[in-house]
C-alpha cells in the first residue's frame, strides 16, 4: 500500500463507519492520525503475511504497533509450524504475543484455513484459544484461497468448546471471516456461519447491498 491508499482507507472507515482499518505496521503511526478523534479502530497486521518470523521478531512487532496507536492485532500462526504438527510451538508462538500487549488490546490469530486440512483448523483453534487471543481469523488474503462457509463453521463450533472446555463461555473467542468477500452474499453466509467480524477491501460495496441492517454490518467491519 502506498501513503495514498492509507489515506483513502482511512477516509473510507470514517465516512462509512467501519469499525476498524487494517495496515502494515508501517503505517500505524499514520492512521493513528488521521483517525483522531472518531471511533475507528486500527488493526496491525504482525508476522505478515507468512507467519513465520520467529516468536520475538513477532512480540517486538505487536509491541512496537501498540506503542504506535495500534488498537487489535492481526498475527500470522506459523503455519509451517502447524503443518507440521508442533502445536506446541504455535500455542506459545500466540500466548507470548498475547501476553506482550494490554489486555484490551484484541490479538486475532489467521490461520491460512486454506492450507490447512480440518483437523488441522481443528487443533490450531484450540492452540489460539488456549493462549488467549480474542479471535481466529481464516486467511491473510495472500494464501491462495480465502474464506469459506465450511472453515468458518469449524472454527466457530471449535472455539466454542475449546472456551467451554478450559473453563469459559461460549463467545470468548470470536471468529473473522476475511479473504475474498466481495459481496453481501458473501458476507451474510460468513455472519450466518458464525463469523463474528468481516474482513473486506470491498467494505464499500458490500454495505451498499445490504447485509443485516447497516448499522450492524459497519460494527462488524474492517476495510483494507
Given amino acids: 500500500s502506498t501513503e495514498s491508499d492509507i489515506r483513502k482507507m482511512c477516509d473510507e472507515a470514517i465516512k462509512y463507519d467501519f469499525f476498524s482499518v487494517c495496515c502494515n505496521p508501517c503505517w500505524v503511526s499514520l492512521c493513528k492520525q488521521l483517525l483522531k478523534g472518531t471511533n475507528v479502530k486500527i488493526c496491525c497486521v504482525v508476522g505478515f503475511p507468512l507467519g513465520s518470523n520467529t516468536t520475538n ?97 469449524l472454527m466457530r463450533k471449535t472455539v466454542d468448546e475449546e472456551s467451554v472446555k478450559i473453563g469459559n463461555e461460549i463467545g470468548t473467542v470470536m471468529v473473522k471471516a476475511s479473504g475474498g468477500i466481495r459481496d453481501s452474499q458473501k458476507a451474510k453466509d460468513m455472519l450466518r456461519a458464525g463469523a463474528d467480524r468481516i474482513g473486506a477491501s470491498s467494505g464499500i460495496k458490500i454495505i451498499g447491498a445490504g447485509v443485516q441492517d447497516t448499522s450492524t454490518a459497519k460494527k462488524k467491519q474492517e476495510q483494507y
Fill in 57 to 153: 521478531i513477532k512480540v517486538l512487532e505487536a509491541a512496537q504497533a501498540v506503542k504506535d496507536g495500534a488498537d487489535e492485532i492481526d498475527m500470522v500462526m506459523n503455519i509451517g509450524q502447524a503443518k507440521s504438527r508442533n502445536w506446541n510451538y504455535v500455542r506459545d508462538d500466540i500466548e507470548l504475543v498475547v501476553n506482550i500487549v494490554p489486555e484490551d488490546v484484541a490479538i486475532k490469530v489467521i490461520l491460512e484455513t486454506c492450507l490447512l486440512s480440518d483437523d488441522e483448523i481443528i487443533e490450531a483453534c484450540k492452540c489460539a484459544t488456549q493462549a488467549g487471543a480474542k479471535f481466529v481469523k481464516t486467511s491473510t488474503g495472500f494464501g491462495g484461497g480465502g474464506a469459506t462457509v465450511e472453515a468458518v463453521t
